[in-house]
């Protein structure tokens, strides 16, 4: 069995030179919700059991079990809980420099560097009953185990397989041309220049006044813009964000709740128990208990 772990902007690889890594997360009673993100490596993910709700780029769907979710490199993504509805998954990430990016042949001009540059872009979920499912789960399933038990000379048929897989997905259409306007281009550099910001600065006093700002609207049309684009406020965002470096200094660190409340961006102690009772369904302190058991 795969080990138990989630999803990271920054993919922690074992060995640079193999560039990818395999994780399993499995959401139970609305956590984790897995915010918006993005980081440079391709994403493939299959659905063991349950639903959530993806959304890529400006696209949302609940998965289902048995989905293969393909996400392209630098796209903006998030996974949110359904309700306390269970979700078991697995991914492998892997820099496309896995699969000779850098290399100047034919196949890294044609179809790798576009895909990295966002030229190209997937389908965004493969069903049970499309064309070369069967095959195409195999060789994700296939990977994911070779990546894992890291066998002798495990790298020459990982990259075998991702490449069997990735000729597999051009083969059979799952990889389109990607259209969007200029216009289009310009709302998702200011998403990404709001949530670099938010995800820098979540310890500052943050209003929706300087954040608006910065994306040069108003403070009505920012909150609307980023509520349109990103399916939460602006507000429960960064009240999420911070609560989750709250639940890592409670697990990692030997703090006390006043000051990681603070570490966190809260100025009120009882607005930090509130919010994150509201959240994780117990008390921080509580939390620090049970994670620590």
Avoid at 202 to 231: R, V, W
Avoid at 262 to 285: C, D, H, I, W
Wanted: hydrophobic share 40%.
């Amino acid at each position: 069995m795969l080990d138990l772990g989630q999803l990271h902007k920054n993919i922690p690889y074992k060995n640079q030179l193999t560039p990818y890594s395999i994780t399993r997360t499995i959401m139970e009673q609305g956590l984790p919700d897995i915010l918006f993100h993005w980081h440079q490596d391709m994403e493939i993910i299959y659905v063991h059991e349950g639903q959530a709700q993806f959304h890529i780029d400006y696209d949302y769907f609940n998965s289902e079990k048995g989905d293969i979710i393909l996400i392209r490199p630098n796209a903006l993504h998030s996974i949110h809980p359904i309700g306390d509805n269970y979700h078991f998954m697995d991914a492998i990430n892997f820099h496309l420099d896995l699969l000779g990016y850098s290399t100047r042949d034919h196949a890294s001009i044609e179809y790798l560097q576009p895909l990295y540059n966002g030229q190209l872009d997937f389908v965004r979920v493969i069903k049970p009953h499309q064309e070369a499912y069967a095959a195409i789960r195999a060789l994700v399933i296939e990977a994911m185990e070779i990546g894992f038990h890291q066998e002798t000379f495990f790298e020459l048929r990982l990259k075998s397989k991702l490449l069997e897989l990735l000729h597999l997905l051009f083969k059979h259409g799952y990889v389109t041309t990607k259209t969007q306007s200029s216009d289009g281009y310009r709302k998702e550099e200011k998403i990404r220049t709001i949530i670099d910001y938010i995800n820098a600065h979540y310890q500052d006093e943050l209003t929706i006044e300087l954040l608006a700002s910065i994306c040069g609207y108003s403070p009505t049309h920012f909150m609307n813009f980023f509520k349109k684009h990103l399916g939460v406020s602006c507000m429960d965002y960064l009240i999420h964000y911070r609560l989750k470096q709250a639940a890592e200094l409670l697990q990692h660190s030997t703090l006390s709740v006043l000051e990681i409340a603070a570490e966190s961006g809260f100025t009120n102690l009882s607005n930090f128990n509130r919010q994150f009772k509201k959240v994780y369904q117990m008390t921080p302190s509580q939390y620090r208990k049970e994670m620590k058991a």
